[in-house]
């Protein structure tokens, strides 16, 4: 209900505040009163109207409903009853600001609710001279921060001042609260999946820290208060990403997003107990998170640097592997280091065993004469190893691998290598993950840099110029079928970023690839569109034969005249 301002004083600005979201508009209100404004907060249309007939505003910002014909009912009755021709500020998701025509010609100014409350505050030319302290409005302070406690509601008692339980799916709250670690898998059950990869959570059962931004050892109501404070600057820069991102299913915004609101890199850590013995946390918030990172780091969002090379088991794919010295000719690692001595007078060498005898005591099997004295007899110029299983003798030892987890062995030249990455945001990532969302910019020609049709032409063009030959390998994955659904999103995701690693490396670096999503515009020069076809199976061989999941890859290869008809 209304809790009207009163008369201000003299020189004091007076603002009416219309909100029924009155969270969304804290940030805002709070900006107002740091320069002194005198402040109406109310949060449905009887008590607008009575405030604006008991009091004279200056300005009067109203935060626009979801329902448009609601909104524009209360700027009618304002502007019909409002007293002293006050500026009157709509505040509207950009998304929608095509159905508010109406409500520009009832409103003084309309802005976007997603820019800064400082911006908003400039707008409504607020700049008081000296700062006045007013207590923020209780229907303000009530509905401060919205907290889901999960997997149930916790006592109460327990919540900080101005704090109040989430109660109903499909919600943004302004923080999570673990008290179970069952509570993880919960999440995306009551909010989209944006807003789950950027809320930040507290662990309060101290067995979900791959997940939280914040540990507690036990819930009390005391260390609530203060973590909730420590984590206050990440709830705020949360509230400044726009509307629109919390409705995206396009992970790479999430991640930006992730990442910017919580000011910090995704850094890989080890973990022994994964197989691949590597983990990102932020691979709990978003699946699939490191082909994610490397699709940002191609379009520039994000940059990274190297951290470690690990090998793995060309069956299973695990790094936790035992790494051993083995027989060069049957494999086995029963082999044994022995010094190899070098008798004086004949000159024969051979590995210790050879020269031993039951009684300890060493002969030449060579001339069979005694060896008595170091140095004067014989000595040891080095070593051996000696394979127990086949009895072979070398000086040098193979290197094997023995995978812990299928328990299948390798030589060095099976064992594959994959390079682990720190990824960090740009600059560009950091502005990006303000913006709007990279799924709702309309088609790939928009994207950063010269766009897909110019690309080819330019690529047609000068082929066509220099007289050579040319096509484009047109590859498309089934990335809506029913393979991306059984594979799971994680499998699919770094089965994607394996299969465009493989294409970058099959094909001359200088060859211009184009990658749109899960479609691939191979641009290669000096070479007939029939010749590329003749290769295709041998590329589609190359290109697959390591993926596990299944792709449903489409080829298709465009020649220099459909190329030119396209353009």
């Avoid at 928009?446 to 032409?457: H, K, L, M, T, W």
Wanted: glycine share 6%; aromatic share 4%.
């Amino acid at each position: 209900m209304a809790r009207p301002g009163t008369k201000a004083q003299v020189g004091i600005a007076r603002v009416l505040v219309v909100a029924q979201d009155a969270t969304a508009m804290a940030p805002v209100c709070a900006e107002l009163m740091r320069r002194g404004a005198a402040l109406g907060v109310v949060n449905d249309i009887r008590a607008t109207t009575e405030a604006v007939q008991a009091n004279t505003y200056d300005t009067i910002l109203v935060h626009a409903r979801e329902g448009t014909p609601e909104t524009l009912l209360l700027l009618q009755l304002i502007k019909a009853q409002a007293v002293g021709s006050p500026k009157i500020l709509l505040l509207i998701n950009p998304e929608t600001a095509s159905a508010y025509t109406q409500g520009a010609q009832l409103a003084d100014a309309m802005l976007a609710s997603t820019i800064s409350p400082q911006r908003i505050a400039d707008v409504a030319g607020i700049e008081a001279e000296t700062e006045v302290e007013l207590n923020l409005p209780a229907v303000m302070a009530e509905q401060r921060q919205m907290v889901l406690c999960l997997p149930a509601p916790m006592p109460e008692e327990l919540l900080p001042e101005g704090v109040r339980q989430q109660r109903e799916r499909g919600q943004t709250p302004d923080l999570i609260v673990l008290t179970d670690p069952s509570g993880v898998n919960l999440i995306n059950s009551w909010m989209s999946a944006a807003a789950a990869a950027v809320v930040p959570i507290i662990d309060a059962s101290g067995r979900a820290r791959h997940r939280a931004d914040a540990t507690m050892s036990a819930l009390t109501g005391r260390g609530l208060a203060e973590t909730i404070r420590e984590l206050e600057p990440l709830m705020d820069r949360v509230k400044q990403l726009p509307e629109s991102y919390f409705k995206t299913r396009d992970a790479r915004s999430m991640l930006l997003a992730r990442l910017a609101v919580r000011e910090r890199q995704m850094a890989p850590v080890r973990d022994a107990n994964l197989k691949a013995t590597i983990r990102f946390f932020d691979e709990s918030a978003i699946a699939g998170v490191t082909p994610v990172a490397e699709s940002l780091v191609r379009t520039g969002h994000m940059s990274r640097k190297f951290f470690d090379k690990l090998h793995a088991c060309p069956g299973c794919q695990s790094s936790r592997l035992s790494v051993r010295e083995e027989c060069s000719s049957c494999r086995s690692a029963n082999i044994t280091e022995e010094p190899i001595i070098h008798h004086l007078r004949c000159g024969y060498q051979g590995p210790e065993h050879d020269f031993k005898l039951a009684d300890t005591s060493m002969k030449c099997p060579k001339c069979t004469h005694a060896l008595e004295h170091f140095s004067v007899d014989y000595d040891k110029p080095g070593t051996l190893f000696v394979c127990a299983d086949c009895a072979n003798t070398t000086g040098d030892t193979a290197i094997g691998f023995v995978c812990l987890d299928c328990e299948s062995q390798h030589d060095t030249e099976k064992v594959k290598t994959r390079t682990v990455y720190t990824y960090e945001l740009t600059e560009s990532g950091r502005e990006t993950a303000y913006a709007t969302p990279m799924d709702e910019r309309g088609s790939v020609d928009s994207a950063e840099g010269p766009n897909v049709r110019d690309r080819i032409r330019r690529f047609v063009s000068d082929n066509t110029h220099a007289g050579r030959p040319h096509a484009v390998l047109m590859i498309r994955l089934d990335a809506q079928g029913e393979a991306r659904k059984a594979a799971g999103e994680r499998i699919w995701r770094e089965s994607v970023a394996l299969y465009g690693s493989i294409l970058r490396e099959l094909f001359n670096p200088t060859t211009d690839i184009i990658e749109l999503g899960e479609t691939w515009l191979v641009c290669v020069g000096n070479e007939t569109r029939e010749k590329i076809e003749t290769a295709l199976p041998d590329i589609r061989t190359e290109l697959e034969k390591n993926i596990t999941a299944p792709l449903g890859a489409r080829y298709d290869v465009l020649g220099a005249d459909q190329l030119a008809a396209f353009l």
